[in-house]
T-cell receptor
């Protein structure tokens, strides 16, 4: 596989469920990102990982828990979500996230999450 | 504070027309980067161009061209002779460095472009 892949592509879950989103990049990048895209809202950066270390957490509620076991894989663990968390969750990767941020990001197709 | 404004929420044009997507940004940094991304119906954002703050030269790539003007803090994107396949949501983004060594990446709200056959 090439590029950035995300699974599952669609997920429906109840508020009491626990689920995980998976992202994998095959580009040799060392930075990975989670974004939330809601209708009529800007893309919201949630988390940034640089060389497996979390370098950014944009005041994301604790019901979202990221995990980055290595530079190629990124997970987003979900538990006790709310209906307003329904959105498209996008994963991206890039070369080194530090410094001047001059690197373009490569995005996966996203996971469409619906919380009932 | 840094901000990216894409005032055009949605634009509809007829195939072969030219269309310009506006992007206005705010930043206090002298060093920053600007990007355009395309999000087709499939969902994944596709990188189109990067421009750093020291390079105001306009760029053309096929039917796409970009006009960067620091004096007006704008980075506009023009599609010449639009095609139905250009239909997508287009995002402008800004990144700037921080003293911590990380950077902040801000996206605009996007402009939905519909090209009608």
């Amino acid at each position: 596989e090439t590029g950035v892949t995300q699974t599952p592509r669609h997920l429906v879950m109840g508020m009491t469920n626990k689920k995980s989103l998976k992202c994998e990049q095959h580009l040799g990048h060392n930075a990975m990102y989670w974004y939330k895209q809601s209708a009529k809202k800007p893309l919201e950066l949630m988390f940034v990982y640089n060389f497996k270390e979390q370098t950014e957490n944009n005041s994301v509620p604790s019901r979202f828990s990221p995990e980055c076991p290595n530079s190629s894989h990124l997970f987003l663990h979900l538990h006790t979500l709310q209906p307003e968390d329904s959105a498209l969750y996008l994963c991206a990767s890039s070369q080194v996230a530090g410094g001047l941020g001059n690197n373009e990001q490569f995005f996966g197709p996203g996971t469409r999450l619906t919380v009932l | 504070a840094q901000k990216v404004t894409q005032a055009q929420t949605e634009i509809s044009v007829v195939e072969k027309e030219d269309v310009t997507l506006d992007c206005v940004y705010e930043t206090r940094d002298t060093t920053y980067y600007l990007f355009w991304y395309k999000q087709p119906p499939s969902g994944e954002l596709v990188f189109l161009i990067r421009r750093n703050s020291f390079d105001e030269q306009n760029e053309i790539s096929g039917r796409y061209s970009w006009n960067f003007q620091k004096s007006t803090s704008s980075f506009n994107f023009t599609i010449t002779a639009s095609q139905v396949v250009d239909s997508a949501v287009y995002f402008c983004a800004l990144s700037e460095g921080r003293t911590s060594g990380t950077y902040k990446y801000i996206f605009g709200t996007g402009t939905r472009l519909k090209v009608l056959a």
